[in-house]
Nanobody
Framework: QVQLVESGGGLVQAGDSLKLSCAASGITFDRYTMGWFRRAPGKDREFVAAISWSGGSTLYGDSVKGRFTISRDNAKNTVYLQMNSLKPEDTAVYYC?????????????????WGQGTQVTVSS
């Protein structure tokens, strides 16, 4: 059974940093491109970042480029999202996702598995 479990969300102030983690089980982790999406209230799911199976290639959404960093530890079956200089508009539920043998992609349909999400709230 595939599980992607996000953690690290919470309530922070604008300008703060937060690091999300996603622990994967039930998959051969180093065969998967991993990604993060987010959904703000009343909005569609938005691509945040993705990282290739080796970690050698990354991709970011325009709204987070330069502030967020995605990384992975294949030995721990975990992908991370370091979020710096947070803004109120970053408030959303953040979802971890996995894509078998793929390249970093920005579309929801490219991904095979999804976590349940973790809430990030940034106050002004």
């Amino acid at each position: 059974q595939v599980q992607l479990v996000e953690s690290g969300g919470g309530l922070v102030q604008a300008g703060d940093s937060l690091k999300l983690s996603c622990a994967a089980s039930g998959i051969t982790f180093d065969r998967y491109t991993m990604g993060w999406f987010r959904r703000a209230p009343g909005k569609d799911r938005e691509f945040v970042a993705a990282i290739s199976w080796s970690g050698g290639s990354t991709l970011y959404g325009d709204s987070v480029k330069g502030r967020f960093t995605i990384s992975r530890d294949n030995a721990k079956n975990t992908v991370y999202l370091q979020m710096n200089s947070l803004k109120p508009e970053d408030t959303a539920v953040y979802y971890c996702t996995a894509q078998l043998f793929g390249v970093p992609a920005t579309t929801v349909r490219a991904y095979n598995y999804w976590g349940q999400g973790t809430q990030v709230t940034v106050s002004s």
